[in-house]
Nanobody
Framework: VQLQASGGGLVQAGGSLRLSCAGP????????MGWFRQAPGKEREFVAA????????SYGDSVKGRFTVSRDNAKNTMYLQMNSLKPEDTAVYYC???????????????WGQGTLVTVSS
């Protein structure tokens, strides 16, 4: 299963970005999906996740109220809308998928290559 994350870039604090994650074709809707991030020198952090249908979502405390995760199963794509960005949001963002695991606890079996988000102050 290949995942392709895109949409990262450089943005000023307070700005917005939307990340995309292209997933496997016909079976995309079989997977619970998640976003994680890893800043330099820090451990990987959970950002957001959503269920196969997109009807249930979960967010890390540091992004609640600012980020929104969604998916379009017809387009085999998951999104992460990031608003009110802060310098501490700077990280490589990874999308991940699990077919049999929990959206909350995983395990996430498949990972994208990551896309870099840099927020300047």
């Amino acid at each position: 299963v290949q995942l392709q994350a895109s949409g990262g870039g450089l943005v000023q604090a307070g700005g917005s970005l939307r990340l995309s994650c292209a997933g496997p074709g016909r079976t995309f809707s079989y997977y619970n999906m998640g976003w994680f991030r890893q800043a330099p020198g820090k451990e990987r952090e959970f950002v957001a996740a959503l269920s196969r249908s997109g009807g249930t979502t979960s967010y890390g405390d540091s992004v609640k109220g600012r980020f929104t995760v969604s998916r379009d199963n017809a387009k085999n794509t998951m999104y992460l809308q990031m608003n009110s960005l802060k310098p501490e949001d700077t990280a490589v963002y990874y999308c991940a998928a699990t077919r049999s695991g929990s959206m909350y606890y995983g395990p996430y079996d498949y990972w994208g290559q990551g896309t870099l988000v840099t927020v300047s102050s």
